[in-house]
């Protein structure tokens, strides 16, 4: 089970951190992805960080390199998304989602089997 915190509504500017609780004893097993989906748009990938077997690599979407930093807590079982210098089309529901893709495919929501509620981050004019 995954739950999803941190959204809020902030201007533009501003920052905002995400988390990602997990529940379960093999958290470091799964690779974590953040997603996001604006309001009459398909669900975007934003960042992800690697299972331990794949080094806990991070990789990120074009709109989110510079500004959005993930990272994970193995102790704790939870990913966090340290988001910067947000803007207005930030603005959408933040999914986490956990799985086991290949590295190849750690981008595509496909390759993950557990989601969260999602969480909501407005960012205003």
């Known amino acids: 089970q995954l739950q999803a915190s941190g959204g809020g509504l902030v201007q533009a500017g501003a920052s905002l951190t995400l988390s990602c609780a997990v529940s379960?004893?093999?958290?470091?097993?799964?690779?974590v992805g953040w997603f996001r989906q604006a309001p009459g748009k398909e669900r975007e990938f934003v960042a992800v960080?690697?299972?331990?077997?794949?080094?806990?690599?991070?990789f990120y979407a074009d709109s989110a390199k510079g500004r959005f930093t993930i990272s994970r807590d193995n102790a704790k079982n939870t990913v966090y998304l340290q988001m910067n210098s947000l803007q207005p089309e930030d603005t959408a529901v933040y999914f986490c989602?956990?799985?086991?893709?290949?590295?190849?495919?750690?981008?595509?929501?496909?390759?993950?089997?557990?989601w969260g509620q999602g969480t909501l981050v407005t960012v205003s004019s």
């Open positions: 989602a956990a799985g086991q893709p290949v590295l190849s495919n750690v981008r595509a929501s496909s390759g993950y089997r557990y």
């Open positions: 379960g004893r093999t958290f470091s097993t799964y690779t």
């Open positions: 960080v690697t299972r331990s077997l794949n080094g806990g690599r991070s």
